[in-house]
Structure formats: C-alpha cells, structure tokens
C-alpha cells in the first residue's frame, strides 16, 4: 500500500548510543517532516524538508539532525540519545504548498532512551 | 507564532449520543486551515475533517461536522451518533496558507460508554 513508512516501529536506546530512525514515502511528495508527541504536549515539529536538498528546524529541533537527498526519504538522526528524547516520532509527508492537502503520517517509532 | 488550545483532556459520551469537542486557536492571519485528526490505539493519525478559514460554510463528514466561529478564532468538533470506534485522542491542528507546517493541541482523549 502506498504511504508513508517508518521504521523501525519500537527502539530501546543506552543514553550516549546515537540511531537513525527511517521515513519514506512512495507518493512523490514535495514535503516531509518530523514530529515528536509527549503526554500532554501534543504533536511538536522538529525538522521538515520542502524538498530534496533542502531541510529546516521546526519548534524541537536540539539534538537531532536531517537529511535529504532523494524525494522519498527523510530520516531522523539521533546523535548522542538522552532520556528526554524518550517519545513517540511520528513522520508526515504532503504533496503542495498551494492546495489543502492532507498530510499523511507513518505509524509512529516509539522510542525509550534508558 | 499561532498557537492551538484543546482545553478538554479528557471527554466521554454514552454510545449513539452526540459529543462536541472544543478547540481555540490564536493567530494574525487571515488566511488558513484547520484539521481534526483522530489517533486511535494503533497510533495512526487519521484526518477526520478539514476546514479552510475562507469558508463561511461549516465542513461535514457523515457523523462528523465542525462549528468555525472565525471571528472568535474556535473550531470545535461534533461527533454525532457516537459509536464505539470513535474512541480515540482527538487533536485539533492548524495550518497557515501556503505553509504545511502544522501546529497542534494538546488532544482530546474521547471515551465511548457502551
């Protein structure tokens, strides 16, 4: 089924360990992001990208970085985990900037930082 | 920066009844979208309904319509002959034009009593 696909769905990490969690989208869309949800907080933006080549910080973006070299992909680089990384990231990818499209999310990573 | 309000945690409604879930939003523009997504268990986003501000008409669908006050900036959410897979959180989202950066509220956890 064409989507968006993240992997993997559940991580357990030491603090200090670095990982890279995985987003692609077979839909050719122009733009992608990431979130991060906590109780209570809601979905917050860490990183988007409005196309290949070109990414931004959202709202969250300390202690992650990202890439984008081709259309589909966009992970999410966790360089040095710490507990308050420990979340549910949710990836998201929309097709224009002019229409009111939906975003479609992936099933979300769970991930514990220990 | 906008800034989206759900002030309900938690709301529950008798199966088959009708529930309306609020949410407020804060911003300087005039032109913009507003979402409702449903998260189930599985922790799948789900659009559920979707408002453009230059609308005056209300969104509708099926059992789902929304009440957009835009002068009072509130966008809430009537579910309508409420069934047992409508429990899920709830989160309001707003969107500005020409921008898929989305900003969402803290959710609405919504419990259906058989």
């Known amino acids: 089924n064409a989507g968006v696909t993240q992997t993997p769905k559940f991580q357990v990490l030491k603090t200090g360990q670095s990982m890279t969690l995985q987003c692609a989208q077979d839909?050719?869309?122009?733009?992608m992001s990431w979130y991060r949800q906590d109780p209570g907080m809601g979905l917050r933006l860490i990183h988007y990208?409005?196309?290949?080549?070109?990414?931004d910080q959202g709202e969250v973006p300390n202690g992650y970085n990202v890439s984008r070299s081709t259309t589909e992909d966009f992970p999410l680089r966790l360089l040095s985990a710490a507990p308050s990384q420990t979340s549910v990231y949710f990836c998201?990818?929309?097709?224009?900037?002019?229409?009111?499209?939906?975003?479609?999310f992936g099933q979300g990573t769970r991930l514990t930082v220990v | 920066a906008q800034t989206v309000t759900q002030s309900q945690p938690e709301m529950s409604v008798q199966e088959a009844e009708t529930v309306t879930l609020s949410c407020t939003y804060d911003?300087?523009?005039?032109?913009?979208?507003l979402f409702w997504y449903k998260q189930p268990p599985s922790r799948q986003m789900i659009l559920v309904i979707r408002?453009?501000?230059?609308?005056?008409q209300n969104a509708t669908e099926n059992r789902f319509s929304v009440n957009f006050q835009k002068a009072a900036k509130s966008f809430s959410l009537k579910i309508s002959d409420s069934q047992l897979g409508d429990a899920a959180m709830y989160f309001c989202?707003?969107?500005?034009?020409?921008?898929?950066?989305?900003?969402f509220g803290t959710g609405t956890r919504l419990t259906i009593i058989p």
């Open positions: 998201a990818s929309s097709y224009s900037q002019a229409a009111v499209t939906e975003a479609f």
């Open positions: 989202a707003y969107r500005n034009f020409g921008n898929e950066k989305l900003t």
């Open positions: 408002q453009e501000a230059y609308k005056q």
């Open positions: 990208s409005v196309g290949a080549g070109i990414t």
């Open positions: 839909m050719n869309h122009e733009y």
């Open positions: 911003t300087s523009e005039s032109d913009y979208y």
